[in-house]
C-alpha cells in the first residue's frame, strides 16, 4: 500500500485567509453602499418636504391672485402654524403671508401690492424656508 504525501494531492478551494480578505472586502463594499442609501433616503426626503412647501406657498399665491385687489391685506391672509401639506392642522409647516402696499411719490392712492409667501419648517434641527413673491395691481 503507497501513501501518497499531501503535497501530491491537487487543492481546491481558497485558504482561510482568502476568504477573510473577501470578507472584508465585501463588507466594506456594502457598508459603503450602505452609507450612499442612507443619504439618498434622507435627501429625497428633505426634497419631498421642499416640493410640499413650495406647494403651501403657491397654493396662497394663488389665493392672493384670485382676491379682488382691495381686499388683498396681510389681515386677510393671516399667518398658520403647525400645518400639513394640504394646509390642515397637525403639520410640520408655518405659512405666512406679507403683503406690501406701493405708492407712487405724486400719488395718494395704492398701485401696486407685493405678496410675500414663506413657509418655514424644521428637520432634524435645521431650519428650512420657501419664499415665493408676486406683484399685483389694480
Do not use: C
Amino acid at each position: 500500500m503507497r501513501f501518497a504525501s499531501l503535497s501530491t494531492y491537487k487543492q481546491n478551494g481558497f485558504t482561510l485567509v482568502e476568504v477573510l480578505v473577501a470578507t472584508v472586502v465585501l463588507t466594506m463594499a456594502f457598508l459603503g453602499t450602505l452609507g450612499l442609501l442612507v443619504s439618498n433616503i434622507n435627501n429625497n426626503r428633505l426634497a419631498s418636504q421642499m416640493t410640499e412647501a413650495t406647494t403651501l406657498a403657491q397654493d396662497r399665491i394663488e389665493r392672493i391672485k384670485n382676491t379682488a385687489f382691495a381686499n388683498v391685506t396681510a389681515a386677510s391672509f393671516p399667518a398658520e402654524a403647525n400645518i400639513d401639506e394640504n394646509g390642515a392642522g397637525g403639520g410640520i409647516y408655518s405659512r405666512t403671508t406679507t403683503i406690501t402696499n406701493h405708492v407712487p411719490p405724486t400719488g395718494s392712492q395704492v398701485r401696486w401690492k407685493q405678496a410675500t409667501v414663506t413657509v418655514t419648517w424644521t428637520r432634524d434641527g435645521t431650519n428650512h424656508n420657501v419664499t415665493l413673491r408676486t406683484t399685483l395691481s389694480e
